[in-house]
């Protein structure tokens, strides 16, 4: 059965950079598409990117499009979300999943899989 960690959450400033990793063990998600999501306090989750089993195809959420960047690296088992200009609207804890569609991943549907524990994001003003 797959697990999740994500890593890479933190404290910093507005403008500041993250990257967040998800590794995967327990199979290999090469032929799957990743997800990343958040949900802030109070509210519900909500898909920030996805990109397809060979990186080829990404799609952002309009809040995060040009700040923010998916890749993967299947030979690692492991996907990396990195976060510049970041916003104290982006302060949430940030999760990744997996899903079957693939290569036009979209982070609108349902059927993602595999959540982690998650890693904070906070962004101080």
């Known amino acids: 059965q797959l697990q999740f960690v994500e890593t890479g959450g933190g404290l910093v400033q507005i403008g500041e950079s993250l990257r967040l990793s998800c590794t995967f063990s327990?199979?290999?998600?090469?032929?799957?598409?990743i997800g990343w999501f958040r949900q802030a306090p109070g509210k519900e989750r909500e898909g920030v990117s996805c990109?397809?089993?060979?990186?080829?195809?990404?799609n952002y959420a309009d809040s995060v499009e040009g700040r923010f960047t998916i890749s993967r690296d299947n030979a690692r088992n492991t996907a990396y979300l990195q976060m510049n200009s970041l916003k104290p609207e982006d302060t949430a804890v940030y999760y990744c999943?997996?899903?079957?569609?693939?290569?036009?991943?979209?982070?609108?549907?349902?059927?993602?899989?595999?959540w982690g524990q998650g890693t904070q994001v906070t962004v101080s003003s």
């Open positions: 327990g199979g290999t998600v090469a032929y799957v598409s």
């Open positions: 990109t397809s089993s060979n990186g080829s195809y990404t």
């Open positions: 999943a997996v899903h079957s569609r693939d290569p036009y991943c979209s982070i609108l549907i349902p059927g993602y899989v595999g």
